[in-house]
């Protein structure tokens, strides 16, 4: 079964550093797009930083301070995050675009979530 499983989230002070993980696993061909997203309580998910095709896109708000990077041959993703804000504290979701040994089309997949709280 293939399945997206993060790591890293945390609590972490105003300015301090998290490194996320998303790591693919199960039977995949191959993997198109993968992205971070976050969800604030009470507001709707938002991209964050998106890896594709060798090019990388990022929200306003973080940029400068996360960076996006991928291990094609691990399926791997991280997101470092650096120079927290307090407004970065959310539920962080990685997804990715993937198509799987037991399909002939692309599907869209999501990580379970992790939580990231910065304090003031």
């Known amino acids: 079964q293939v399945q997206l499983v993060e790591s890293g989230g945390g609590l972490v002070q105003a300015g301090g550093s998290l490194r996320l993980s998303c790591a693919a696993s199960g039977l995949i061909v191959s993997i198109d797009s993968m992205n971070w997203y976050r969800q604030a309580p009470g507001k709707q998910r938002e991209l964050v930083a998106g890896?594709?095709?060798?090019?990388?896109n990022y929200a306003d708000a973080v940029k400068g301070r996360f960076f996006i990077s991928r291990d094609n041959a691990k399926n791997t993703m991280w997101l470092q995050m650096n120079t927290l804000k307090p407004e970065d504290t959310a539920v962080y979701y990685c997804?990715?675009?993937?198509?799987?040994?037991?399909?002939?089309?692309?599907?869209?997949?999501w990580g379970q979530g992790t939580q990231v709280t910065v304090s003031s």
């Open positions: 890896s594709s095709g060798g090019s990388t």
């Open positions: 997804y990715a675009l993937m198509r799987p040994a037991s399909t002939f089309y692309r599907r869209s997949y």
